[in-house]
């Protein structure tokens, strides 16, 4: 065999073996996060509504008290974060009552009639009842806001449907009927789309157990949720359970959560690489 054969058996091999090594290491599980944390750019982050000096492993995340609620980020999880600093808005279906400030909490009151602001309200500023003028999840407006000086009124909201999942997908602003209620919450996908001439809401069926999905606007099948899970099986018409593969390991159960099934171990790579190399060397 000549020396330029071996040469170039030798690169290909190296190449290779680089390129298994890069897509392991885009594979590595997400960190090991706490309850009530996700995995954010490889760190873990309080959910929304926690706070907390450290989310990742021996860390905690706890929940915002008396209705307050705190976005997800650097404002929530940190260690000079506090409670007063992190949980200075009011939960989905609150509004302000009483302003907060550096040292106190917001007053947040229920909006009532399952209704909610668009969006979580900063506590900074004292707000109507009116500003109450959005549903929560899961319901559509079957009257709006009253925003008339002397009568105000939050927005009156039904639920979707008997089955769950369902909810307008975007917040509705006009009062309408079940229809309205055109996609399926996350952790949900969609077996039939919603019905604007019988006014019938989308029907949901709920990801299995230890996956998840974002919020669905479109006919789909089992294979639109994934398992938490980086090493699980792909979900789809043959796979409608996470597991691992190997039948002794369990999938992670929460996102960012403990490791479950392990990655294609190196030794499994190697022994392919030398499987190769012989091959090139024998031709
Ligand atoms: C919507 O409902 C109407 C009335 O029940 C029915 O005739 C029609 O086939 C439905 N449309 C779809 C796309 O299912």
Same mark, same amino acid.
């Given at each position: 065999?000549?020396?330029?054969?071996?040469?170039?058996?030798?690169?290909?091999?190296?190449?290779? #073996?680089?390129?298994?090594?890069?897509?392991?290491?885009?594979?590595?599980?997400?960190?090991?996060?706490?309850?009530? /944390?996700?995995?954010?750019?490889?760190?873990?982050? =309080?959910?929304?509504?926690?706070?907390? #000096?450290?989310?990742?492993?021996?860390?905690?995340? %706890?929940?915002?008290?008396?209705? %307050?609620?705190?976005?997800?980020?650097?404002?929530?999880?940190?260690?000079?974060?506090?409670?007063?600093?992190?949980?200075?808005? $009011?939960?989905?279906?609150?509004?302000?009552?009483?302003?907060?400030?550096?040292?106190? !909490?917001? #007053?947040?009151?229920?909006?009532?009639?399952?209704?909610?602001?668009?969006?979580?309200?900063?506590?900074?500023?004292?707000? *109507?009842?009116?500003?109450?003028?959005? =549903?929560?999840?899961?319901?559509?407006?079957?009257? %709006?806001?009253? %925003?008339? #000086?002397?009568?105000?009124?939050?927005?009156?909201?039904?639920?979707?449907? *008997?089955?769950?999942?369902?909810?307008?997908?975007?917040?509705?602003?006009?009062?309408?009927?079940?229809?309205? =209620?055109? /996609?399926?919450?996350?952790?949900?996908?969609?077996?039939?789309?919603?019905?604007?001439?019988?006014?019938?809401?989308?029907?949901?069926? *709920?990801?299995?157990?230890? !996956?998840?999905?974002?919020?669905?606007?479109?006919?789909?099948?089992?294979?639109?949720?994934? $398992?938490?899970?980086?090493?699980?099986?792909?979900?789809?018409?043959?796979?409608?359970? =996470?597991?691992?593969? !190997?039948? !002794?390991?369990?999938?992670?159960?929460?996102?960012?959560?403990?490791?479950? $099934?392990?990655?294609?171990?190196?030794?499994?790579?190697?022994?392919?690489?030398?499987?190769?190399?012989?091959?090139?060397?024998?031709?």
């Amino acid at each position: 065999m000549n020396k330029q054969l071996i040469i170039l058996s030798l690169l290909l091999i190296a190449s290779f #073996t680089t390129a298994q090594g890069q897509q392991q290491q885009q594979q590595q599980p997400p960190p090991n996060c706490v309850q009530n /944390a996700s995995p954010q750019q490889g760190n873990c982050v =309080c959910n929304p509504g926690y706070w907390g #000096t450290n989310a990742n492993h021996g860390g905690s995340c %706890t929940q915002c008290t008396s209705n %307050t609620w705190s976005a997800p980020g650097a404002t929530n999880t940190g260690p000079s974060v506090t409670a007063v600093s992190a949980c200075s808005a $009011c939960a989905p279906g609150y509004y302000v009552t009483v302003q907060g400030s550096s040292s106190t !909490s917001p #007053t947040c009151t229920p909006c009532g009639t399952n209704s909610s602001p668009a969006q979580p309200q900063a506590g900074s500023s004292v707000q *109507k009842v009116s500003s109450c003028n959005s =549903c929560m999840p899961g319901y559509y407006m079957t009257q %709006t806001a009253n %925003t008339a #000086t002397g009568s105000e009124a939050a927005a009156q909201c039904s639920a979707c449907d *008997k089955s769950a999942g369902a909810t307008p997908s975007a917040p509705p602003q006009a009062v309408g009927d079940l229809s309205q =209620c055109d /996609a399926c919450q996350p952790g949900y996908f969609m077996t039939t789309a919603a019905n604007v001439s019988s006014k019938a809401a989308a029907i949901c069926s *709920k990801c299995p157990s230890n !996956s998840g999905s974002q919020q669905q606007t479109k006919v789909g099948d089992v294979s639109v949720c994934k $398992c938490f899970d980086p090493f699980a099986l792909p979900l789809g018409a043959g796979q409608q359970t =996470c597991a691992c593969k !190997s039948s !002794s390991e369990t999938p992670m159960q929460a996102p960012g959560g403990a490791a479950g $099934c392990s990655a294609p171990s190196f030794g499994q790579l190697i022994s392919l690489s030398l499987a190769i190399i012989s091959f090139i060397v024998l031709i």
